[in-house]
């Protein structure tokens, strides 16, 4: 069992980080979230209504964006192309509409300047960034965040940081999975602690890590 | 004596750069337990100084010798072994057969198939079974066994306790206290950090590749390693 009666509400405009030792569920969490995996027993709820049943792009149209863990942009595409791309086969609509949302999403991801250039020919900040900036195009509600922190410098952790900040103005919730903590802790309200498929913390990020049965569970209980 | 010293090693994956600027020094005889989050970058550490994996840049110094450009085989026969992620037993081969492919290292010492199931008595009754039909634990002690077959000065074990119920994990442990006693050096990879404060003289937490905490092992507080751990110190808020 890798989730086991999981249950959490994420408000409208909301960041949620989710921790948790290696095997959580956390990612599962994502992939039940996003639609990519099937859940055995329970319901995912957007806006009210169950969306349990339907398919990962459907999720996405009505509103569950998803960067994920390792970007896989289409690398012989440009950066606006696969930006464009997320906002076509995201949210949709008129041509003109979809392609505005992907110059936005370019822009609010600081991409612009890179617009034209191969996806196959950028740093990993940069190949980050357009993953976010894909998921963004997607004119999502909720946006979950896998690890976009991952291998980042501390200069590039700040400026992923303002990016989603920037992000949240518009109204965006974020379910975010994050290993670098003392990333994830200054990027939400509220933090989520994950162990072996339960929830065992849920709170203010500060009280979370403070959470004796958090450290616990990345630590290992003490024995000494 | 120094036995290893590791020298500003840097360490990637393609973009991702997962050891940065890394060094650190091993004595003869001493057991160093890495601890950190996922992604901190320990098992690669292990793997550049058992030459699985090729540092970006940076010294691995084994003995003496200049070993950053001598690859993994080569260093076996040097003595260094190391108990990779995953145990990577070979399935279809049994676990004898398993501790014999290590007798290809030709190291002189006193480990040979017996020596190594008086340490892991576990693995006697399995001793002609395939080593796909073992459990968690007997593979993790198969896999040590492996590595000591090459009669290693420098015993490298990566996760040691990670998937092992705590009865074998507690064996396991015994049987590496026992191979430190004989002289081994060791250097290990866990997850449990106490456990890992609790087995070794010197304990470094590393934190997004680099070396955030460095101590012998008793003076080190658990909320120093948490501190080291996630970095909080860092994130200032918290």
């Known amino acids: 069992m890798v989730l086991d009666g999981v249950d959490f509400a994420v408000g409208h405009g909301e960041a949620v980080g989710i921790v948790g030792p290696n095997g959580a569920g956390k990612t599962t969490l994502l992939n039940v979230l996003a639609g990519s995996l099937r859940a055995d027993a329970g319901r995912v709820e957007l806006h009210g209504t169950d969306v349990s049943r339907a398919a990962a792009a459907r999720r996405c149209r009505l509103g569950i964006g998803r960067a994920h863990q390792v970007p896989r942009p289409f690398g012989e595409m440009t950066v606006f192309e696969n930006v464009f791309v997320g906002a076509a086969a995201g949210a949709g609509g008129p041509r003109s509409e979809v392609y505005d949302r992907a110059i936005e999403s370019l822009d609010a991801c600081g991409l612009s300047a890179l617009a034209n250039r191969r996806a196959e020919t950028l740093g990993l900040l940069h190949r980050k960034r357009l993953e976010l900036a894909r998921a963004v195009a997607t004119n999502p509600s909720v946006l979950l965040l896998d690890e976009v922190g991952g291998g980042l410098t501390d200069a590039e952790a700040d400026e992923l940081l303002a990016t989603i900040s920037r992000l949240r103005v518009g109204g965006i919730a974020v379910v975010w999975i994050e290993h670098i903590v003392h990333v994830l802790v200054r990027g939400v309200e509220r933090l989520v602690c994950m162990a072996q498929g339960r929830v065992i913390a849920d709170g203010e990020p500060a009280a979370v890590m403070r959470d004796a049965s958090v450290i616990d569970a990345y630590l290992g209980t003490a024995v000494v | ?238």
């Not at chain 2, 890394?22 to 690669?44: C, D, H, I, P, R």
């Not at chain 2, 200049?66 to 070979?90: C, K, N, Q």
């Not at chain 2, 002690?141 to 705590?166: C, F, H, K, Q």
Request: one cysteine or more; aromatic letters at 4%.
């Open chain 2, 1 to 238: 004596m120094t036995l290893l010293l590791v020298e500003s090693i840097d360490a990637r994956y393609g973009l991702l750069q997962a050891v940065r600027d890394v060094s650190l020094e091993v004595e003869e005889g001493e057991t160093l337990a890495l601890v950190g989050a996922n992604g901190a970058g320990k098992s690669t550490l292990l793997c550049t100084i058992a030459g699985s994996h090729r540092p970006a840049g940076g010294r691995i110094v084994f003995d003496g010798v200049d070993v950053t450009r001598v690859r993994a085989h080569r260093r076996v026969r040097m003595g260094i072994a190391l108990v990779p992620e995953g145990r990577r037993l070979f399935p279809a081969l049994t676990v004898e057969e398993n501790l014999l492919v290590a007798t290809a290292a030709h190291r002189e010492g006193p480990w040979d198939v017996e020596a190594v199931l008086e340490v892991f008595p576990l693995l006697r009754a399995h001793r002609s079974a395939r080593a796909a039909s073992l459990s968690g634990g007997e593979q993790q002690a198969t896999a040590i066994g492996r590595a000591l077959m090459t009669n290693p000065r420098l015993l490298l074990v990566d996760e040691v306790s990670l998937g092992l119920a705590p009865v074998v994990v507690e064996r396991v442990y015994a049987a590496l206290g026992e191979l430190s006693q004989r002289g081994t050096t060791i250097v290990l990879v866990e997850q449990d950090v106490g456990r890992a404060l609790a087995f070794a003289s010197r304990v470094v937490c590393m934190l997004e590749g680099r070396v955030v905490l460095e101590g012998p092992a008793r003076d080190v507080t658990r909320e120093q390693v948490t501190d080291a751990y996630f970095g909080l110190a860092r994130a200032g808020a918290v």
